[in-house]
């Protein structure tokens, strides 16, 4: 959904600090993600929870 993909959006720029940043990660592919781009990873609900929760390891320096 649109909001679920302006959520997104808006903490993935919190976490980079920076829209281009977060614009860039949301659009390459991520390992974590099995080399899904995030941006393609929305398509549900639970997707995004997983986007979100891989956000909140990064925003917490838990992501290697």
Known sequence: STD???EVNQFATLVFGDRACAQKWLF???RA????RPSAHLDSEAHAQEVM???RRIDSSTYS
């Open 28 to 30: 390459e592919p991520n």
């Open 53 to 55: 929760r891989l956000l």
């Open 33 to 36: 993600l099995h080399g899904k």
């Open 4 to 6: 679920r993909t302006r």
